[in-house]
T-cell receptor, first 114, second 106 residues
Framework: DTGVSQDPRHKITKRGQNVTFRCDPISEHNRLYWYRQTLGQGPEFLTY????????KSRLLSDRFSAERPKGSFSTLEIQRTEQGDSAMYLCASPGATGGNEQFFGPGTRLTVL | GIQVEQSPPDLILQEGANSTLRCNFS?????LQWFHQNPWGQLINLFYIPSGTKQNGRLSATTVATERYSLLYISSSQTTDSGVYFC????????FGTGTRLLVSP
């Protein structure tokens, strides 16, 4: 257990529906990262927060995607009007208990869009 | 952007064998991590190794930043070592390599 939790663990939805995922990072750390992993590939960076501020967004994050971190603690990732190409594992990461550059991952949310 | 390549892409071993996984990166880096992804998708931290050598049980890792590569050694492999191994270089965000899929058979 890395101390990073994600909810739900699995989500099956129909094309066109909206979905929202939640990440609770290791407490007391101001950085939080979202990644996406498709089948057979390594994880790819989506976006990251420092406290409430979203400091970087990948070009993978189309306008259907929005991420928030309202109080600098947990974060949500919403996908609007889901498409089959959005099917992937969505991973959240944060630094460890001692801070620094090392990142620790949650168990991920596996999204299937039918 | 930086390119991170891993080799071999696939590896099949008999239990008890040793192996070396390689990670090459195209630009200078200050930080690098190795992960094991289990069959359920969980990324497990193996090493945080910007440079030098570290050991943890049957696993060890070496990073030679000046030559832009890192190696992960697995000795006396076990079936539970099966899975996908990723290296990732750290530029605030992680840039992952292409992965090595390892299968250890009994």
């Amino acid at each position: 257990d890395t101390g990073v939790s994600q909810d739900p663990r699995h989500k099956i939805t129909k094309r066109g529906q909206n979905v929202t995922f939640r990440c609770d990072p290791i407490s007391e750390h101001n950085r939080l990262y979202w990644y996406r992993q498709t089948l057979g590939q390594g994880p790819e960076f989506l976006t990251y927060f420092q406290n409430e501020a979203q400091l970087e967004k990948s070009r993978l994050l189309s306008d259907r995607f929005s991420a928030e971190r309202p109080k600098g603690s947990f974060s949500t990732l919403e996908i609007q009007r889901t498409e089959q190409g959005d099917s992937a594992m969505y991973l959240c990461a944060s630094p460890g208990a001692t801070g620094g550059n090392e990142q620790f991952f949650g168990p991920g949310t596996r999204l299937t869009v039918l | 952007g930086i390119q991170v390549e891993q080799s071999p892409p696939d590896l099949i071993l008999q239990e008890g064998a040793n192996s070396t996984l390689r990670c090459n990166f195209s630009d200078s880096v200050n930080n690098l991590q190795w992960f094991h992804q289990n069959p359920w998708g969980q990324l497990i931290n193996l090493f945080y190794i910007p440079s030098g050598t570290k050991q943890n049980g049957r696993l060890s890792a070496t990073t030679v930043a000046t030559e832009r590569y890192s190696l992960l050694y697995i000795s006396s492999s076990q079936t539970t070592d099966s899975g996908v191994y990723f290296c990732a270089v750290i530029f605030q965000k992680l840039v992952f390599g292409t992965g090595t899929r390892l299968l250890v058979s009994p």
